[in-house]
């Protein structure tokens, strides 16, 4: 890989072995955001190396030193704290905070993390890695997915919509409802990797999806609402690498990748002859079909009604930062002055394989640090791993030209400039007038 390479050898192993699990109580505290930031950094390489076909040394580190089981507990964990603590946080009175970017890197936790498993679950040593803790892992899937039926059936996702009035805290929660959805496209990948080993998997996990969650009737579900599909302005939309694409008509009887997550998932459930063979149910048998899930159960039980404690604890300790411990953190993670390096990033289609970065716009309650990451991010990494060019504000066509004021949007042509201008103009003055403004 030469010069395109994140971590050397060396480091990638020492970040591998330092991964540990945290309390509840302890995320957001200063080493679980370096946590994040390691896990930041091994998710990136491990995606430089799947472009890349040049042998994966993340997964098989991850594999080797046992951590995949450790992952999925990290994932869950900061699932249940957005569940359980996150809500009693935003009811305290006293809750009001300056800047939310320490809030933001605890929600944004959870994507890195199910994009970090998504990249090394396609390979079958990593689901056997898990162990017992892929149960967890299934009903993890299973969450995420319900959630994205019950969503389509209530008109579809989000919006991304920019609101000049939005208060931080409400910026917060329609970005993190946004990341919602990728977070569940992830997840129906996961899912369909874990049926990939039905063959080696245990007859509990087989039992928790066929009859505990009854899975195939979940994915005909999401066959039937395709909510990863959109009409918009007469034109076909397909949710893809993080975004919504306008679908050509030669291309639309064409399936989508989720679409062939979810039927390559439904093969493996009910066509595979380890899921439909019979088994002796023995006492043996009926003790292993018994197993539960043992992450969320022990996680609740742990801190069962101490939420508000948890929340209260958080607020003195990890969410009120001083001036002085906001700068050093910005620092830390390279946050500069200026948006136009996660524009270019965001522009030359970071998101097309990775949810892992922020999506260039100002994070909530930062309204003069965009992030650039420059020690986390490298620029020549991402516009590697971007599989296109940038596309058009407009119309989504492939783009050469950028908007000569705010040099944030890309357009095709003059024309699509000028009918995009009533939606761009308000947000390409204030971009104008900050650049001037430094």
């Known amino acids: 890989m030469g010069d395109l390479e994140l971590l050397l050898p060396g480091e990638a192993a020492v970040l591998v072995r330092g991964l ?17 930031e390691n896990l930041e950094k091994l998710n990136m390489q491990a995606i430089l190396d799947a472009t890349a076909s040049q042998g994966e040394p993340i997964q098989e580190l ?5 951590k ?8 869950i964990a900061v699932e249940m704290w957005k569940q359980k603590v996150f809500p009693v946080l935003c009811r305290l009175e006293d809750f009001k905070p300056q800047n939310t970017f320490p809030i933001y890197m605890v929600v944004h936790h959870e994507a890195s993390i199910i994009n970090l498993l998504e990249t090394v679950f396609f390979h079958k040593e990593v689901c056997e890695s898990a162990e017992d803790a892929v149960l967890d892992l299934i009903d993890y899937c299973h969450r ?20 000049q009035s939005s208060t931080p805290m409400q910026e917060l929660q329609k970005q993190a409802e946004l990341m919602e959805f990728e977070i569940a496209s992830k997840a129906l990948s996961v899912l369909r990797y874990i049926t990939d080993c039905v063959d080696s998997l ?55 990748k989720l679409d062939g997550q979810v039927w390559i998932a439904l093969y493996n459930l009910l066509l595979s002859h380890e899921a439909r063979a019979r088994y002796c149910f023995t006492s043996f048998a009926k003790g292993q079909l018994l197993k539960i899930p043992e992450i969320w159960e022990r996680l609740e039980r742990e801190n069962r009604g101490k939420w508000q404690a948890i929340a209260k604890y958080q607020l003195r300790h990890v969410f009120s930062p001083s001036e002085q411990d906001l700068r050093l953190q910005a620092r830390r993670c390279g946050l500069l002055s200026g948006q136009k390096g996660w524009e270019t990033r965001r522009r030359h289609g970071h998101r097309q394989r990775c949810s892992c970065a922020p999506t260039g716009q100002a994070q909530p309650g930062f309204p003069d640090l965009f992030p650039r990451w420059a020690e986390t991010y490298r620029l020549d990494v991402l516009e590697a791993i971007a599989p296109e060019r940038p596309r058009c504000a407009y119309c989504s ?42």
């Open 202 to 256: 245990s007859l509990s996990t087989l039992n928790r999806m066929l009859s505990t969650h009854d899975l195939p009737c979940l994915l005909v579900e999401l066959l039937e609402h395709n909510p990863w599909s959109r009409r918009e302005g007469g034109k076909l939309q397909q949710f893809e690498g993080g975004r919504w694409q306008t679908v050509a008509p030669s291309e639309q009887q064409k399936l989508s």
């Open 397 to 438: 066509a492939e783009a050469s030209k950028r908007c000569s004021r705010c040099q944030n949007e890309w357009y095709c042509c003059r024309e699509c400039q000028v009918k995009h201008w009533e939606k761009h103009g308000k947000a390409c003055v204030l971009a104008a007038q900050g650049d001037r403004a430094k």
């Open 68 to 75: 995949i089981p450790m992952l999925v507990e990290e994932l």
């Open 20 to 36: 540990r699990s945290f309390p509840l109580r302890e995320i957001g505290s200063g080493g679980w955001n370096q946590q994040h």
């Open 144 to 163: 995420k997915l319900t959630l994205l039926v019950a969503r389509s059936s209530r008109g579809g996702p989000p919006e991304e919509e920019e609101c």
């Open 62 to 66: 991850l594999v080797t030193h046992g």
